[in-house]
């Protein structure tokens, strides 16, 4: 196999707050391979943005503090280079697209002079070409009209118009890393599917690796090559989209496979996952899951040990207890459901 | 007002399109001329909102007009500002012999040594709310972007400031440095003012920061400074703005305070202080003296203060423009 274009180890992200400290990100690793796209999901509050937010060294500290682990881009560990050396990787190896465009945008300054700006302040680049490599670039991520474009400002765009020049933002200096939080999260479905299209011609251009961190399976199921499922600050299970999708060997996975609605088919009733998402500050003992997992139903294990990330298949990882049990619960959810769960790609 | 009426109707009835994406097609019954409605930029919908606003219209015209006195004053003012009228002692305000603001008991021509005053005082005016605004700006913005120990240090530098009795400090250096000069009391006002707007600026750099298009321009690898003055400062122009207009009026009235008191700018260059000062002894008799440098001040602070108020009320996005 190539060799991962990012990997995260061993990763320790903290917050120091008043109730005491939060382990937002808990001993997580994964990998990204060149060309990829790498899907995230996970609840509110799993630590998937505060992942990428640490690989690009944008964690404020204090209070937050990167306490373990090293972050590996091409080689080269980014918790060990200095601020100036990562804000030469940051925009130019890197691209960043972030959850809201009604809010990423500098209201006070021209959308085209951002985007030049993303290229000038890593290349020398003389003003006239930095503003035809723009309109290249809005034209490219399908802003009519670009020229005029250029020189209006964020509230004269629409929202999917900001989210284009956002991308574009982001591809400017054709980075090898494509981080996109939550693109579409703000965005109305309409416009969704548009920017997504865009987001996958602009990979397409620029061939950069693309870690997709969103909690909405289906864009998953759509776009993204692997899956990590994080919960609680860890990661509970990685492997390719289909045998994500086909076989999950976790409980909390199956758990937000089944509670998606579909539209291909009549389900008798959707199943929740039931609880709430876990409080960082005092997480469960053992499994974060336990409380509320059908599968441990409050086993002795799960309470008390917390289980490791193993080897369940071809490149396919889960960290429960009991995934040898996977099979029956899964069986279980189907009759519950009415029909199987896999499928959910198309 | 036809004008004003034909602009605004397409507003009230249809929103306009922000995106602009096919404006023509949300107006049918519009007529053709101005059917169309452009998407107003920040700029423009300021210098609209500026320019409805009559107080500041009004101040605009009377400043520009003061202001240009000021700068020529040798081809403004009928008479030198020491020249001596033998004949013509403690004449009122008439327009023989151009006396516009009568005479002082030495025979010189007040209107004249008021047009010298008022230069005076708007070169410490502006000299004050330039370099107090610099500093101030430059002060807040280190100590709101950096936060933690810069900000301690730099804020209790400013609460240092803002304790020291002004007045008394005032007189002081200006006893030490020698305060004839205009361009040295604007020194010494400008060390004293800067305080206000640093804090102003340190408010609105403090919330900047969390914004996430500053994340934004961090994330594509923007450094500290272009962040700070590229991405942060155009977005509080509006409160620097009007705080330095403020200190316009603020940094002339301190000076004809000083002038009063015989600290500030020395005879014989007139300052309207001064002449309001040099008029106390014969006010009873000669209204005028004192009447006319007084009136003239006035009109400069007040037409600088509304210029304020309009630019603030133009700046403010969250006040809406009432139909």
Redesign the interface.
């Known amino acids: 196999m190539t060799e991962p274009i990012l990997s995260i180890r061993d990763l320790v992200t903290e917050f120091a707050t008043p109730d005491g400290t939060v382990h937002a990100v808990d001993h997580v690793s994964y990998d990204v391979y060149p060309g990829e796209t790498l899907g995230v999901v996970g609840e509110s509050g799993s630590g998937k943005s505060v992942t990428v937010m640490s690989v690009?060294g944008?964690i404020p500290q204090p209070p937050g503090k990167i306490s373990n682990g090293e972050i590996l881009f091409e080689g080269r560990d980014l918790l060990r280079l200095s601020n100036a050396q990562l804000?030469?990787?940051?925009?130019?190896d890197i691209?960043?697209v972030?959850q809201?465009p009604m809010?990423?945008?500098?209201?006070?300054?021209k959308v085209g002079h951002q985007i030049a700006?993303?290229m000038q302040?890593?290349a020398d680049v003389p003003d006239d070409k930095a503003r035809l490599r723009t309109i290249e670039l809005l034209e490219l991520v399908g802003v009519p009209n670009a020229e005029a474009r250029y020189d209006?400002?964020p509230?004269?765009?629409?929202g999917g118009?900001r989210q284009r020049g956002?991308i574009a933002?982001?591809i400017?200096n054709e980075p090898k890393l494509l981080i996109a939080d939550e693109p579409t999260t703000a965005l109305d479905v309409t416009i969704q599917a548009q920017v997504l299209e865009v987001l996958s011609k602009a990979k397409e251009e620029t061939n950069a690796a693309t870690i997709l961190i969103t909690h909405d399976l289906g864009l998953i199921a759509e776009m993204a090559d692997r899956v990590v499922v994080m919960y609680g600050g860890r990661v509970v299970e990685t492997g390719d989209v289909d045998t994500i999708f086909h076989e999950p060997r976790h409980p909390y996975t199956l758990g937000l496979i089944s509670s998606l609605p579909r539209l291909d088919q009549d389900l008798e009733r959707l199943v929740p996952i039931e609880g709430q998402p876990p409080s960082l500050i005092n997480l469960p003992s053992g499994c974060a899951f336990h409380p509320r997992c059908h599968l441990g139903q409050g086993r002795e294990r799960c309470r008390t040990e917390s289980p490791p990330l193993v080897e369940v298949g071809t490149a396919h990882r889960s960290a429960c207890h009991f995934t040898d049990e996977m099979g029956r619960e899964i069986a279980l959810i189907e009759s519950e459901m009415g029909t199987a769960i896999e499928g959910v790609d198309q | 007002m036809t004008d004003d009426l034909r602009a605004r109707a397409p507003e009230t009835a249809a929103p306009a399109p922000r995106g602009g994406d096919a404006p023509s097609a949300v107006l049918p019954a519009e007529e053709a001329g101005h059917a169309e409605i452009l998407a107003r930029s920040q700029w423009q919908l300021f210098r609209r909102k500026f320019l409805r606003h009559k107080a500041a219209m009004v101040s605009i015209v009377v400043l520009t007009a003061i202001v240009l006195a000021a700068i020529f004053a040798e081809q403004v003012a009928p008479y030198g500002f020491n020249e001596i009228n033998v004949l013509d002692r403690g004449i009122r305000p008439t327009v023989e012999n151009q006396h516009f603001f009568g005479t002082d008991r030495l025979g010189r021509d007040y209107f004249s040594r008021v047009v010298f005053g008022m230069r005076t005082s708007l070169l410490v005016g502006g000299l004050v709310a330039l370099l107090s605004t610099a500093v101030g700006t430059v002060i807040g913005a280190i100590a709101g972007f950096y936060r933690g120990w810069v900000d301690a240090i730099l804020m209790r530098m400013t609460d240092l400031v803002l304790i020291l009795p002004g007045l008394a400090v005032l007189l002081v250096a200006a006893a030490l440095l020698g305060g004839g000069d205009p361009i040295k009391v604007g020194f010494i006002l400008a060390g004293l003012i800067w305080v206000q707007l640093a804090r102003i600026v340190r408010g609105t750099f403090l919330s900047l920061r969390e914004k996430e298009y500053i994340e934004a321009a961090r994330a594509s690898g923007a450094g500290d400074l272009r962040i700070m003055f590229r991405h942060m400062l155009p977005n509080s122009m509006g409160p620097i703005i009007v705080n330095a207009t403020l200190v316009v009026a603020t940094a002339i009235l301190i000076e004809a305070t000083l002038s009063f008191l015989g600290f500030g700018v020395q005879p014989p260059r007139p300052a309207l202080g001064a002449l309001i000062n040099d008029g106390r002894s014969a006010m009873t008799t000669d209204w005028w003296l004192v009447v006319m440098p007084g009136l003239t001040l006035v009109a400069i602070c007040l037409c600088v203060n509304f210029i304020g108020d309009g630019l603030r009320d133009a700046l403010d996005p969250t006040q809406q423009e009432t139909v």
């Open positions: 690009l944008l804000r030469k990787v940051r925009g130019k691209g960043m972030f809201d809010t990423s945008l500098n209201p006070v300054l700006e993303a302040v890593h209006q400002y509230h004269e765009y629409s118009m956002m933002m982001a400017a």
